[in-house]
């Protein structure tokens, strides 16, 4: 047992990364010129191509590598272990040192508002990590989401980045270089010991309350058994997913709508933080590079006005869904303003059908049955499933050579009847009559 626990105690950064339990796929080491993966085998060279190095980014999770086929990507779709939660914290920007920071960040652990990290980085700005003991599932992502969103909002008053969330993202590599000010990345381990998903949740907004100003003391609490609930938040996460996906291919530029889609933006996001206030800022973040070429700008009151009508009216929703049992009641007259159908957002947003494939959850049905379609695809593949087009040409290979050796075989014994043949060559009469046709 005391072997098992030193075994599971974080002694160096990389075991935040590598362990026993965290040997499913790959983590993606970049320096957005070239892509690296390594597996748990390959701590020393990943530690020496990158040590001293200026640019060197690491995955803060594992994804599936197909070496066969050549795939090697970081899309949400290859996710294959959710090993950390990361937070990206740019003090600098608030004109905070480093010291003030992490000050900051020690009294925030002291009072239970946040847990203590596993790992703090610190070079130009400040980077906490917490490991996930025996990683997660990919199945987990919107629990994971929830609580960095979360974590963020608790951080946002020193700097914490709202952007940096999304489950592929990669953060500076521990004892590499800093490019922005030649400064070492200097890896600390805080605290040895890993979280369960639970303990990281307690410091969160319960999933039943839709807002708390309360301050949370780490108490341990439980997943909720219903699972109406817990597919609210998953289909909230991957509407959100898909939103910073479009913001992403289309440069910001929602030209016509950018109202009506700070509204969903808004109303989505308020049902993963904790205050008004939290949403405000969250949202004013991700909206700083989005425009619109025909409408005039929008003023601060105007921004504010549509985040609260959007936060109002998902507070409502959330408290019909949960006083009707986690179900959602449609009725026409009931003003409960609902989250918008997917055929909606896509006309509302005029989401072309070429977006729609880089989405998860905002796309119409054929093309839902397209990706459903390549997802298998790339599962049979990946479990060593031939293609069907290799899989009749090798039949059809298998024949010609069994064929072939009949011919052989009838040359060296004319007088055989079909099933003296059949039995040399191991296949049924009936396979034998089906060879004479082909020759």
């Not at 293609?387 to 290979?397: D, F, G, T, V």
């Not at 040399?424 to 034998?432: A, C, D, H």
Request: charged share 30%; proline share 3%.
């Amino acid at each position: 047992m005391q072997a098992l626990q030193q075994a599971s105690q974080l002694t160096n950064w990389f075991d935040l990364w590598f362990d026993d339990y965290k040997r499913t796929g790959y983590v993606a080491v970049t320096d957005f010129k070239m892509q690296h993966f390594y597996g748990a085998n390959d701590i020393e060279r990943l530690i020496g191509a990158t040590a001293g190095k200026k640019e060197q980014y690491i995955s803060i999770n594992a994804f599936d590598v197909d070496w066969k086929n050549g795939i090697y990507s970081r899309e949400a779709e290859y996710l294959k272990q959710i090993r950390n939660i990361a937070i990206d914290i740019d003090q600098y920007n608030l004109g905070l040192t480093i010291d003030e920071t992490i000050d900051e960040i020690h009294s925030l652990v002291v009072t239970n508002r946040i847990p203590e990290p596993n790992l703090v980085l610190t070079s130009r700005g400040v980077q906490l990590f917490y490991s996930i003991d025996r990683g997660a599932s990919p199945k987990m992502a919107w629990l994971v989401s929830y609580i960095t969103e979360q974590l963020i909002s608790k951080l946002r008053h020193v700097g914490a980045d709202s952007n940096a969330k999304d489950m592929s993202r990669v953060m500076r590599v521990p004892n590499s270089i800093n490019e922005r000010n030649n400064a070492l990345v200097t890896p600390t381990i805080w605290n040895d010991t890993k979280y369960s998903l639970q303990e990281l949740q307690s410091y969160c907004r319960p999933l039943e309350e839709y807002e708390t100003r309360k301050r949370k003391q780490g108490n341990i609490i439980y997943l909720p058994t219903n699972e109406k609930l817990q597919q609210i938040y998953k289909t909230n996460y991957a509407r959100l997913r898909d939103f910073n996906r479009l913001i992403e291919s289309r440069q910001g530029d929602f030209t016509g709508m950018r109202n009506v889609f700070l509204y969903m933006y808004s109303y989505h996001q308020a049902l993963v933080l904790n205050t008004q206030k939290d949403v405000i800022a969250s949202v004013r973040n991700t909206f700083q590079n989005v425009y619109s070429k025909t409408d005039k700008p929008m003023s601060n009151r105007e921004f504010e006005t549509t985040v609260k009508s959007a936060y109002k009216d998902a507070r409502e929703f959330f408290n019909h869904f949960k006083d009707n049992g986690y179900n959602v009641i449609y009725k026409t007259n009931d003003g409960i303003k609902k989250p918008y159908k997917t055929s909606n957002v896509i006309k509302k947003l005029n989401i072309t059908e070429d977006e729609q494939r880089l989405m998860g959850s905002i796309r119409n049905s054929s093309i839902a049955r397209e990706q459903d379609r390549e997802r298998k695809r790339i599962e049979r593949r990946s479990q060593g499933v031939q293609p069907m087009n290799e899989y009749q040409y090798e039949r059809k290979q298998q024949k010609q050579s069994k064929v072939d050796e009949l011919k052989q075989l009838m040359n060296n014994k004319p007088n055989a009847t079909q099933k003296e043949l059949a039995d040399i060559l191991g296949v049924t009469t009936r396979t034998i009559r089906r060879y004479l046709k082909a020759i």
